[in-house]
């Protein structure tokens, strides 16, 4: 309950124990290690406090009388209901609205099958990444269903936006905050999400003239895009000068 998981209700244990001297029984709840090694009965109940989930029982007698087995139900439905009321629920009285930040935490998506080649990427190098950024562990099914397990909230998130932005096909006007990946003559080609990368052409790099694409950017630089055309190819062709400051928003 405090880590926020949905129970219907608390539940509770308690044991009964028994001792039988000369004809005579005492049923006892609590039993410890002492009462346990030497007693004749170990009585385990748990439930609720609308009826019982679980018993288990160990005798070392012949048998148990009705009126013992009777007896043994009363004193851990009381006792089950002290715990409940006096100590479980005076700590916490019902589940947290939300789950703990650090609950573990499953997220199932899906995405159209004939994505899953680029979540996966050329030799698992797609979702190894997606993986080792996010901390998340990520599978998916033939369908399309996307099983992300992770630690935290955070790092599940991390991961399902990263799977939402490889699926999702750029749009003219958006901007990323993308990776230098590799320059050319009359470019460079800038990494938007894993296994999709765009190209920035020589003139759309800076409101200057450059003579060379070194003199903008090199490889491995954090840069500032705006997608503005994705031709008939699918090819996305970038511009650095063209975002504004107010889009700089990771």
């Known amino acids: 309950m405090d880590a926020g998981v949905p129970i219907k209700a608390p539940v509770a244990g308690i044991s009964c124990g028994l001792i039988t001297d000369g004809g005579q029984e005492t049923t006892f709840t609590d039993i410890q290690g002492v009462e346990d090694f030497y007693g004749d009965m170990d009585f385990k109940v748990a439930g609720t406090k609308k009826g019982i989930t679980a018993i288990q029982v160990d005798i070392k007698v012949d048998g148990l009388t009705p009126n013992i087995i ?52 050329k030799g698992g190098s797609v979702i190894q990444k997606i993986v080792a950024e996010s901390g998340a562990k990520v599978d998916i099914e033939d369908d399309g269903t996307v099983v992300i397990a992770s630690v935290s909230a955070h790092e599940g998130e991390m ?4 799977i ?39 003139s759309k790099m800076a409101n200057r003239r450059i003579e060379k694409v070194e003199d903008a950017v090199h490889e491995g630089d954090m840069v500032w895009v ?14 650095m000068k063209d975002v504004k400051e107010e889009e700089k928003v990771r």
């Open 164 to 202: 939402e932005a490889i699926v999702k096909d750029p749009e003219p006007g958006e901007v990323y905050y993308g990776k230098v990946v590799r320059l050319m003559t009359f470019g460079a080609f800038v990494n938007l999400v894993p296994g999709k990368d765009g190209m920035v052409h020589i």
């Open 70 to 121: 009777k007896e043994a139900f009363r004193k851990c439905r009381d006792a089950r209901y002290g715990i409940l009321d006096e100590i479980m629920l005076k700590a916490i009285p019902e589940p947290r609205k939300e789950m703990s930040e650090w609950a573990p935490k499953m997220i199932t998506m899906h995405i159209h099958p004939d994505k899953i080649r680029e979540v996966i990427g």
């Open 159 to 162: 991961a399902r936006k990263m």
């Open 226 to 239: 705006k997608v503005m055309e994705i031709d008939d190819k699918g090819r996305i062709n970038l511009s």
